[in-house]
């Protein structure tokens, strides 16, 4: 693709790596036959190549609309378009200039600015989202059930007493996870403490800064990714083996700690390193630490839902399938298996419309063959999904923990 970037943009870092993106872009529109929102929708604004050229017109022109806005509002960072594209653009780093640029030049309406602060002010912080669904509990009768699935589980599980194992990890909490599901993290806990694995949690470690990040405030997403760095910095200095996650949003997001800090001269370093030590909790399990399961779940029909993360993010796909079948469970095909279910961060509350269509979409695809269980591998589409299904959600390392 031909590009004429302004001066404005063209002799900065983020505008030459916007050109250098725009210029692998070949027009083929592949990416389209893949695209969630373009598929619903029917709009090339509304698809990854619509989108690339509405982001070249704010490059060169330096103009923005509330139009154009609302197209990469829409977009849902789902990657789809990266796993189909046979030119290799990286639409999902386009995205995040062509937003964070937009929405320096356009403001707002007042109610949405209102929202969109609340969201970032809240969800990041753990204590925050346990005061906030601990206050609705007391109107848990009259919650409509979406609301009712967010409200905190009951801890069932108990923490593995400490042992000093040979192999160290740190982990990352996360954020809304540890207020409404805790036992995927205590479950993640015992199933590595029965691999020989010690997990290190941090409790200076805040927020990986994925959600300020994908809300165009990547100035509070640093923030959150140097206070990270500094807490977990010492542990690493003492040779920890991976630093890990039970949700994929957050394992994709500390990998890119590293490009997203390459131009800070005191954290380049070690937010490297940090992207070279992030795994997701999938890339750390072995099928020789699993022995073949006569467990409560062995036997039963599983609907596998891979995270957009996952599969088209960190590019593990097949791997947390090949597990579950391994410990005894049936894993059913999937329909469609490649598409967003809709969740994608703060997209459910932001685009609640064209969220729920297509969490119907995906609900339909994986109840089609009556599972037991529906399994995910990150808090966001568990929650999302939990909201409508017909039968139970779970973490898929919940499935792995008697």
């Not at 982001?55 to 789902?78: F, G, N, P």
């Amino acid at each position: 693709m031909q590009t004429k970037i302004s001066d404005q943009y063209i002799n900065t870092s983020l505008g030459k790596h916007a050109d250098d993106i725009l210029r692998r872009c070949v027009h083929c529109g592949f990416c389209n036959a893949t695209c969630p929102t373009y598929q619903l929708l029917g709009d090339e604004l509304d698809g990854p190549r619509g989108r690339i050229y509405q982001i070249k017109e704010v490059l060169e022109t330096q103009q923005a609309s509330a139009k154009t806005q609302l197209h990469l509002d829409r977009c849902l960072t789902c990657l789809n378009c990266e796993t189909t594209c046979p030119s290799g653009v990286k639409y999902g780093q386009l995205l995040d200039i062509g937003r964070k640029i937009v929405d320096g030049k356009r403001k707002r309406p007042l109610k949405e600015s209102i929202l969109r602060t609340a969201i970032a002010n809240i969800v990041p912080y753990t204590q925050r989202v346990r005061f906030l669904l601990n206050s609705l509990k007391r109107f848990k009768w009259i919650l409509p059930k979406s609301l009712r699935d967010y409200l905190p589980e009951k801890q069932g599980l108990a923490e593995p007493n400490a042992k000093n194992h040979k192999r160290k990890m740190l982990m990352l909490d996360g954020c809304v996870q540890p207020a409404v599901a805790p036992n995927i993290n205590i479950a993640l806990m015992i199933l590595l403490d029965k691999m020989g694995v010690s997990i290190i949690r941090v409790n200076s470690a805040v927020c990986c800064g994925a959600l300020s990040h994908h809300l165009s405030d990547h100035n509070k997403a640093q923030v959150f990714m140097r206070k990270n760095i500094d807490a977990w910095w010492p542990y690493i200095e003492n040779d920890v083996e991976s630093i890990i996650t039970s949700a994929s949003a957050c394992s994709l997001f500390l990998k890119d700690y590293e490009r997203l800090l390459v131009d800070d001269s005191e954290y380049a370093h070690k937010a490297k390193r940090i992207s070279a030590l992030s795994k997701d909790v999938s890339e750390v399990i072995d099928f020789d630490d699993l022995p073949v399961s006569t467990g409560q779940y062995s036997g039963k029909n599983i609907a596998f839902h891979s995270p957009c993360t996952l599969q088209h993010g960190l590019g593990v796909k097949g791997r947390v399938e090949s597990l579950l079948s391994h410990m005894g469970m049936n894993l059913l095909p999937i329909k469609d298996a490649h598409l967003c279910c809709g969740a994608a961060g703060t997209y459910s509350i932001l685009h609640k419309e064209l969220s729920q269509a297509l969490r119907t979409n995906k609900l339909n695809s994986l109840q089609y063959a009556s599972p037991d269980i529906i399994a995910t591998a990150n808090i966001g589409c568990l929650l999302h999904l939990k909201g409508a299904s017909n039968v139970p959600v779970k973490h898929w390392i919940e499935l792995l923990v008697d």
